[in-house]
T-cell receptor, first 113, second 111 residues
Framework: DTGVSQNPRHKITKRGQNVTFRCDPI?????LYWYRQTLGQGPEFLTY????????KSRLLSDRFSAERPKGSFSTLEIQRTEQGDSAMYLC???????????FGPGTRLTVL | KQEVTQIPAALSVPEGENLVLNCSFT??????LQWFRQDPGKGLTSLLL?????REQTSGRLNASLDKSSGRSTLYIAASQPGDSATYLC??????????FGKGTTLSVSS
């Protein structure tokens, strides 16, 4: 059990650029979740996968956001035409079953200039 | 809509004190509650998971209780140490997929 990993750990980009983040869940976990956390707040849910199927998306996930989990293993989160309001920590979590304990990765901190 | 509140927002204690962090939620129809620790600029570390049918869970110096009917959970930390300094987050799960988080309690333990 090597834990959830995320890359990159930090990303600085200019407004209007596209960025992509990667999450590798714990190997036997088929549930994968993306959250966003801004300073002083708790994480907020963005989207959820069961294997390769994206089962739920939050209203926070605008049309500029897209997430994939093509083979039911790693996942990517892409933000197109970034805005300053997208600056946040993007957290990935995984769990074995739906109502089991969620384990989080170290996060990707995005700064949009 | 489920809301999660954590009180206090910040807490400073001297090393060795026992302390209690509070978490309340507005909708008691939850499946489970999870406590996390977050160090500055880092991800979340899971501390304890309490299923809705359970009253408490213990791990080392940590004890978490759950009173679903009153919408409350507490995290008890015994004999606090400077290494316990972090932000502690509680999160509840209802029917559906998302964990709903509070804003956290930032704990500072001085030596």
């Amino acid at each position: 059990d090597t834990g959830v990993s995320q890359n990159p750990r930090h990303k600085i980009t200019k407004r209007g650029q596209n960025v992509t983040f990667r999450c590798d869940p714990i190997s036997e976990h088929n549930r994968l979740y993306w959250y966003r956390q801004t300073l002083g707040q708790g994480p907020e849910f963005l989207t959820y996968f069961q294997n390769e199927a994206q089962l739920e998306k939050s209203r926070l996930l605008s049309d500029r956001f897209s997430a994939e989990r093509p083979k039911g293993s790693f996942s990517t989160l892409e933000i197109q035409r970034t805005e300053q309001g997208d600056s946040a920590m993007y957290l990935c979590a995984s769990s074995r079953e739906h109502y089991n304990e969620q384990f989080f990765g170290p996060g990707t901190r995005l700064t949009v200039l | 809509k489920q809301e999660v509140t954590q009180i206090p927002a910040a807490l400073s204690v001297p090393e060795g004190e026992n302390l209690v962090l509070n978490c309340s939620f507005t909708d008691s129809a939850i499946y489970n509650l999870q406590w996390f620790r977050q160090d500055p600029g880092k991800g979340l570390t899971s501390l304890l998971l309490i299923q809705s049918s359970q009253r408490e869970q213990t791990s080392g110096r940590l004890n978490a209780s759950l009173d679903k009917s009153s919408g409350r959970s507490t995290l008890y930390i015994a004999a606090s140490q400077p290494g316990d300094s972090a932000t502690y987050l509680c999160a509840v799960r209802k029917a559906g997929t998302a964990l709903i988080f509070g804003k956290g309690t930032t704990l500072s333990v001085s030596s």
